[in-house]
Antibody, heavy 114, light 110 residues
Framework: QVQLVQSGSELKKPGASVRVSCEAS????????VNWVRQAPGQGLEWMGW????????TYGQGFTGRFVFSLDTSVSTAYLRISSLKAEDTAVYYC???????WGQGTLVTVSS | DIVMTQTPLSSLVTLGQSASISCKSS???????????LSWIQQRPGQPPRLLIS???KRVSGVPDRFSGSGAGTDFTLKISRVEAEDVGIYYC????????FGPGTKLEI
């Protein structure tokens, strides 16, 4: 069955970087794009963008350019989200979601605090 | 950018009754390929989101037929018939025709 397993929670200081992974299984990795979605504490869902798993070409949503980078390692069926120059407002749960949001990872909590 | 609005933002329903959520987009969601990429997503308390309905009205496998989607263009509706306790959560509409945008969410309480 299709599964998206994300890396564990992270606690980072402001200015640091973090990488969140999303390991896929149960299907051919390059058959579907991977989306990234942010959910700040107590807030709604926010689409961050997606990455084409065939070409590696990322598309970033408004507000997610510059510090946010999507990447892939197709050899291990894994997508990555890297956030640099972390700010307190980056504290959120980050989800990966497959294709047209058919499957979701369990989420990764990133906490940014000094 | 597309703006998605939902009404109501909160809904208190009685078990066994129906609930309806409206979703409106600031532009038509009809894609150049002829599809309308409007989905409904459920998030139960403490859980990751889950896709319920795609392309306006296509229920995902395993989703009860109590959930139905309708609409066209810019106006869409999610109807939940015979509400059950397990339906408590937040419901988001989401468009993927023009990049991606989520609605603000509607909190369903019983």
């Amino acid at each position: 069955q299709v599964q998206l397993v994300q890396s564990g929670s992270e606690l980072k200081k402001p200015g640091a970087s973090v990488r969140v992974s999303c390991e896929a299984s149960g299907y051919t990795f390059t058959d579907y794009a991977v989306n990234w979605v942010r959910q700040a504490p107590g807030q709604g869902l926010e689409w961050m963008g997606w990455i084409d798993t065939n070409t590696g070409n990322p598309t970033y949503g408004q507000g997610f350019t510059g510090r946010f980078v999507f990447s892939l390692d197709t050899s291990v069926s894994t997508a990555y989200l890297r956030i640099s120059s972390l700010k307190a407002e980056d504290t959120a749960v980050y989800y990966c979601a497959l294709g047209m949001f058919d499957y979701w990872g369990q989420g990764t909590l990133v906490t940014v605090s000094s | 950018d597309i703006v998605m609005t939902q009404t109501p933002l909160s809904s208190l329903v009685t078990l066994g009754q129906s609930a309806s959520i409206s979703c409106k987009s600031s532009q038509s969601l009809v894609h150049s390929d002829g599809n309308t990429y409007l989905s409904w997503i459920q998030q139960r308390p403490g859980q990751p989101p889950r896709l319920l309905i795609s392309k306006i009205s296509k229920r995902v496998s395993g989703v009860p037929d109590r959930f139905s989607g309708s609409g066209a263009g810019t106006d869409f509706t999610l109807k939940i018939s015979r509400v059950e306790a397990e339906d408590v959560g937040i419901y988001y509409c989401m468009q993927a025709t023009h990049l991606g945008t989520f609605g603000p969410g509607t909190k369903l309480e019983i």
